[in-house]
């Protein structure tokens, strides 16, 4: 038996390329839209019950959170969708190469900060 082999991995160690980090992020960003959605069904029925629900949700809107919360679903879901888009480019043949592959993976990290950034503006406006 090796008596070199590690108990214990050290995560911090490893440094991941950047397509497996927008990989990574898709499928968080996933699980961030899963979770967001049932918070804005919810705003959406209670604002659906009557006038008094509408104007409770229409001032909770208001609010520094609930915009930084709305922020950061439509963030998850720009993301997800412009990996998303890579992901099936990438399942038709396209951008399976080591270069492409990297160039695809900057190219959906620059194309989601423009697109957040422009939501950002669009919350807070």
Same mark, same amino acid.
């Given at each position: 038996?090796?008596?070199? !082999?590690?108990?214990?991995?050290? @995560?911090?160690?490893?440094?991941?390329?950047?397509?497996?980090?927008? #990989?990574?992020?898709? !499928?968080?960003? +996933?699980?961030? @839209?899963?979770?967001?959605?049932?918070?804005?069904?919810? %705003? @959406?029925?209670?604002?659906?019950?009557?006038?008094? +629900?509408?104007?409770?949700?229409?001032?909770? @809107?208001?609010?520094?959170?609930?915009?930084?919360? =709305?922020?950061?679903?439509? #963030?998850?879901?720009?993301?997800?969708?412009?990996? %998303? /888009?890579?992901?099936?480019?990438?399942?038709? %043949?396209? %951008?399976?190469?080591?270069?492409?592959?990297?160039?695809?993976?900057?190219?959906?990290?620059? =194309? #989601?900060?423009?697109? /957040? =950034?422009?939501? +950002?503006?669009?919350?807070?406006?």
């Amino acid at each position: 038996m090796n008596s070199k !082999r590690p108990v214990n991995l050290d @995560l911090g160690k490893f440094h991941f390329p950047l397509p497996a980090i927008t #990989s990574i992020l898709h !499928r968080i960003s +996933g699980v961030i @839209l899963f979770v967001g959605i049932a918070f804005l069904l919810y %705003g @959406l029925d209670v604002s659906l019950s009557g006038e008094a +629900g509408f104007n409770r949700v229409n001032e909770l @809107l208001d609010s520094f959170l609930a915009k930084l919360i =709305i922020w950061g679903i439509l #963030s998850a879901l720009l993301y997800h969708l412009v990996a %998303g /888009i890579k992901h099936l480019l990438m399942d038709m %043949g396209i %951008g399976e190469e080591l270069h492409s592959g990297r160039l695809a993976a900057k190219l959906t990290v620059v =194309i #989601s900060v423009i697109l /957040i =950034i422009l939501a +950002g503006v669009w919350v807070w406006q």
